[in-house]
């Protein structure tokens, strides 16, 4: 920090320049950036004023322009704040006795917004939720400036300081230490020894240069090519199969030297001229590859955009994942502006409906609270702004461009969308990042959502000597290891930060992403709401459930797991994974399809187990779910040749890729829903091609089962059913199956990051100035999706989660009629 020891001069001088400084500031809210911002020199958790404190100063009233006029809406469908003041004064509005104004059908369900509640969700969101007002919040933007700090900034100014301002944060990815004085080294290999003279194998390991910032090997300088990757296998020795049939192996203890070679004749690499190689003129190393982020091409010869989180919103650099912003605004995204940004570049989430100004302004040794009051309805949601080691760094230095992101780009800059399941919790962490209803201020914030990527960790278990798996604690598992991140993350806001023990961390929200979620969540933060796709209750399968060691949670100790539930859905919620905007799909209307076209009874595609070639060999697969429904059903020889025992002309069960698989989705009537190694996306599959889900997991939620009525769209068979599975299908009318089929087609959308996709669009307007199909299409579909179905489960919870009525907080405005509002005990 600037000292201003040497810095001569009165006072009162110093009082009269801050105070020069302070009404620029305020001046400069309405125009461009003129000056670099003074966010370098305050603390990120400043406190704002509530906003029904006496305030005599000026007010400042923003009047939308043509840009903003009306209603603003993100991709959520959500209203954004409004120039205009209004008494929120819920005593005004209609009483209204919800269990005779919204009935049960005969499902015992609710529809709210075309979505079948189970009975108390759906009459309190018909009756409440759809009758929430906006309430006014002084978000905080504020600033504090002493004497000493204004000081300090002018002395900064004074000596040119300036030029070089640079988001501080950006420099977490490689400084460290007290002020950032130390440079992060993370390196590509583990200590080496004489039998392994670049150490035990880890993704990274390096036989040339490596990238210390990101533990990423390169080919390095002496190279025609310096930044061409030279990832894992590329740049060692690999022998021929030991026996007929077999792999090739990969000594990782001998560098492969022809990769650095320029003789044509030769499999190279890293001097492979790209045209030659496509031309076929020289020969290359086929096992390289660009797997990194950013590059494109066989030969990583196009720089793209690499993924980082909201693509640093337009305000920052995407350095590899990691956004390193411009001067003047902050956060994972580069999403908050400072006080000297121009109130035109706010986020329309942030943009205030006015601004008020303190009269002691002018008071040079007051702080200064510039409050930003935006009009927003609840539920408000404060996301902490975690070191970047539990996000960013994550996604900086992924190995494979593809693991635990939903998009990468390519040589057009042009989005390319992903397969990847776990690419939900990017997702969702980006339409919380945009949301309106996301809030800078804890005060005033209903949840707080604690960002921890565990889909990009568990991917990158042993990715790198800082991610490795080897230390005691963890034994090799993946499981232990993103326990032992989300426990420092805890650690973390309870220390710099006041909201967890206000509520025991009950209302603060944590996703975990991967194939058994909340199972290893650290016992210190079970009191949380668990977002997750694998609901295990553990009523029936009370251990570790999947067939991959890695990931197996029950070696760890008690002590540091506690011994809770996988998933509880009195506070806990289901959400669908990530599936592929398929525009395919879209365009055929899958999801409406009729019953009259939908020609096979019941559909299963996918791995079928030991019994089938190319099955997983573990008998614990799918907890033998699978294999039992292949056993009486399946449509596909196994092995030895032989079908299912009850196998059918209109049943198709089988372990064999399907050409066209969405189609034949949509081609049947019944879908099986069961598990894999954990959770699978058939549910999903299921729901998005129009087909009536058939759930084979005992005590085992899937998306939403305990908020929406399953009953009016799905059918559950217990797993001792699966021999009677067809009789209990055939046995429901055509009307039963109509009905069911009609609310598929309704909630479809409900299983779509459709907000995720439609800020892409957006961002790619920005970018290129033209939208492609899928953006198109995709932001003409209006009904609620993902993001959307959560809030209405946090705004039910907000105002009936037992905890509440037993817990006052400070009296806040909620917008809502009085007969919707907790009653505290």
């Known amino acids: 920090m600037f000292s201003i020891q040497k810095w001569r001069c009165s006072w009162s001088t110093v009082a009269a320049v801050a105070s020069i400084v302070t009404l620029v500031s305020v001046v400069h809210l309405f125009l461009y950036p003129i000056v670099p911002s003074l966010d370098y020199f305050r603390t990120f958790q400043n406190s704002c004023v509530p906003i029904n404190r006496s305030n005599e100063g000026e007010k400042i009233i923003l009047k939308n322009d043509t840009s903003t006029e009306g209603s603003q809406k993100n991709a959520t469908g959500s209203i954004s704040t409004e120039g205009s003041e209004r008494n929120l004064d819920t005593s005004l509005m209609p009483m209204i006795d919800l269990n005779v104004k919204f009935p049960t059908d005969l499902h015992n369900a609710v529809v709210y917004r075309g979505a079948p509640w189970k009975t108390e969700v759906g009459r309190w969101l018909s009756g409440c939720d759809s009758n929430t007002s906006a309430v006014k919040v002084v978000e905080c933007n504020c600033i504090s400036k002493s004497v000493a700090r204004a000081a300090g900034m002018i002395a900064a ?90 792999a090739p192996v990969t000594d990782f203890t001998k560098a492969d030297l022809d990769v650095f070679t320029t003789n044509g004749s030769k499999r190279g690499w890293c001097n492979v001229d790209p045209a030659e190689a496509y031309a076929s003129k020289v020969l290359f190393k086929e096992e390289c590859d660009c797997k990194y982020d950013g590059l494109w091409g066989r030969f990583c010869e196009v720089s793209v955009l690499s993924t980082c989180i909201n693509q640093c919103s337009g305000h920052g650099l995407c350095r590899g994942g990691f956004c390193q912003c411009y001067s003047g605004w902050f956060g994972a995204d580069c999403s908050v502006p400072s006080i ?72 057009r800059n042009a989005t390319v969308w992903t397969d990847q399941l776990y690419g939900a919790q990017m997702a969702l962490y980006e339409s919380m990042l945009a949301s309106p209803h996301r809030t800078l201020n804890g005060e005033e914030a209903d949840f707080f959502f604690v960002p921890v990527l565990d889909s990009c960790i568990i991917t990158r ?95 760890i100790s008690s002590d540091r797991r506690g011994n809770h539930p996988c998933f509880d859905p009195d506070k806990d919620l289901v959400l669908p994974a990530w599936k592929r905007p398929d525009e395919g799909s879209l365009n055929a209307k899958h999801w409406s399809r009729p019953r009259e076209k939908r020609k096979t009874f019941f559909y299963f595609n996918g791995n079928l187990g030991p019994a089938y070639e190319n099955g997983r060999p573990e008998a614990t697969y799918s907890m033998g779910i699978r294999q039992k429904v292949a056993e009486e059903f399946g449509s596909t020889p196994n092995k030895e040749g032989k079908l299912g025992k009850q196998h059918a002309e209109d049943v198709i069960v089988t372990p064999l890729r399907a050409g066209n698989y969405h189609e034949e989705l949509a081609s049947s009537v019944f879908c099986g829903v069961m598990p894999g190694d954990g959770w699978s996306g058939r549910m999903e599959d299921s729901i998005l091609q129009g087909c009536i889900p058939v759930v084979i997991q005992d005590g085992i939620y899937l998306p939403y089962e305990n908020f929406l009525n399953y009953e009016s769209f799905a059918v559950r068979i217990l797993e001792d059913e699966i021999p009677n599975l067809l009789n209990i299908l055939r046995s429901l009318n055509e009307t039963e199956i109509e009905f069911k089929l009609a609310n598929v087609k309704e ?28 953006g198109l299409k995709f932001s003409q579909l209006e009904e609620d999706d993902v993001f ?38």
């Open 747 to 774: 909630i479809w959308q409900r299983f779509l990051y459709r907000d995720s996709v439609v800020l892409e669009a957006e961002r790619q307007k920005a970018l290129r100035g033209s939208v492609e199909d899928w």
């Open 157 to 246: 100014v004074k000596a040119s300081a300036i030029a070089n301002w640079v988001n501080a944060t950006a420099f977490m990815v490689s400084l460290v230490g007290e002020g950032c004085a130390e440079r992060q080294e993370l390196s590509c290999n583990l200590p080496g020894s004489k039998e392994q003279p670049f150490g035990h194998w880890v993704v990274s390991i390096c036989p040339a240069y490596c990238d210390t910032t990101r533990a990423m090997c390169f080919c390095g300088e002496g190279t025609k090519y310096p930044n061409r990757p030279l990832a894992e296998t590329c740049g060692f020795t690999i022998n021929p199969p030991s026996k007929p049939g077999g």
């Open 788 to 825: 959307a179905t959560l809030i209405q489960v946090l705004h039910y919870k907000l105002h009936n989660d037992p905890w509440r009525r037993q817990h006052p907080l400070q009296k806040k405005e909620f917008g809502l009629p009085k007969e919707c509002l907790i009653r505290t005990e």
């Open 340 to 411: 000297l940004s121009s109130i035109r570049e706010w986020p329309l989430w942030l943009r205030p409906a006015q601004v008020n100004v303190p009269e002691n302004v002018n008071s040079g040794e007051s702080l200064v609270n510039l409050d930003a009051i935006a009009e927003k309805k609840r539920p408000l949601i404060y996301v902490y702004d975690l070191p970047p080691d539990f996000n960013s760094l994550l996604l900086e230095g992924r190995h494979f461009k593809l693991e635990c992101v939903n998009r990468i780009y390519d040589q």
């Open 461 to 555: 278990a042993d990715d790198a000597p800082h991610l490795s798996m080897q230390e005691h604690i963890h034994g090799g598992l993946r499981s232990s290891l993103t326990l032992e991140f989300y426990k420092k993350a805890y650690d973390h806001i309870i220390t710099q930060y006041p909201y967890w023990n206000r509520s025991s961390g009950k209302d603060h929200i944590w996703f975990f992403a991967w194939d058994e979620s909340a199972c290893y969540a650290p016992k210190e933060i079970w009191n949380s709401i668990m977002l997750v796709h694998w609901g295990n209750t553990n009523s029936k399968h009370n251990h570790s459930t999947t067939a991959y060691w890695g990931d197996n949670w029950d070696p």
